[in-house]
């Protein structure tokens, strides 16, 4: 894994492992979580549609070196938002060769491990993520329905 991605992770793993560290985490969540949905409230929102992941669905194998990319969707676990992901579209042959001369924006194994999962993806699904608020899963579920159902509407 690249420095660049280990320092923008929330938790490094290792360290001190004490109850008295996990409580302070604990604290510090519950006051994100407070702040977040202060937010949220504020911007009168139903739900967010948002990337669960920012590369398409990566096939078997390519996955390992670019686990950390979970962090979009981890930050609504975080949260214990109600969550779900609905394919729209697949990557074609055509998005594939468009990135054939793709260097990243670092040029670090993070990137290049990235561009070989996306050379690799033409067929995988492309998805959006759907995220509520806790204890509202039916207009999660409910938002994820009607995006479904436009998307055959179009078809």
Same mark, same amino acid.
Request: glycine content about 10%; aromatic content about 8%.
């Given at each position: 894994?690249?420095?660049?991605?280990?320092?923008?992770?929330v938790l490094h793993g290792g360290g001190d492992g004490s109850v008295h560290r996990y409580w302070n985490l604990q604290h510090e969540a519950a006051q994100y979580r407070t702040e977040f949905f202060a937010h949220w409230r504020e911007m009168k929102l139903d739900a967010v549609i948002c990337p669960p992941f920012p590369i398409a669905a990566a096939p078997i194998g390519c996955v390992d070196h670019i686990s950390?990319?979970?962090?979009?969707?981890g930050l609504y676990n975080l949260l214990n938002c109600? &969550?779900?992901v609905v394919p729209v579209t697949k990557v074609?042959?055509?998005d594939t060769e468009q990135l054939k001369d793709y260097k990243g924006h670092y040029g670090d194994n993070w990137d290049r491990h990235i561009k070989k999962a996306n050379?690799?993806?033409?067929g995988m699904p492309v998805g959006v993520q759907v995220v509520g608020l806790p204890w509202k899963d039916e207009i999660c579920l409910r938002l994820m329905k009607e995006i479904e159902? &436009?998307?055959q509407v179009q078809a």
């Amino acid at each position: 894994m690249s420095k660049r991605i280990a320092d923008d992770l929330v938790l490094h793993g290792g360290g001190d492992g004490s109850v008295h560290r996990y409580w302070n985490l604990q604290h510090e969540a519950a006051q994100y979580r407070t702040e977040f949905f202060a937010h949220w409230r504020e911007m009168k929102l139903d739900a967010v549609i948002c990337p669960p992941f920012p590369i398409a669905a990566a096939p078997i194998g390519c996955v390992d070196h670019i686990s950390a990319l979970v962090s979009y969707t981890g930050l609504y676990n975080l949260l214990n938002c109600p &969550g779900g992901v609905v394919p729209v579209t697949k990557v074609t042959h055509s998005d594939t060769e468009q990135l054939k001369d793709y260097k990243g924006h670092y040029g670090d194994n993070w990137d290049r491990h990235i561009k070989k999962a996306n050379l690799k993806s033409t067929g995988m699904p492309v998805g959006v993520q759907v995220v509520g608020l806790p204890w509202k899963d039916e207009i999660c579920l409910r938002l994820m329905k009607e995006i479904e159902s &436009g998307l055959q509407v179009q078809a």
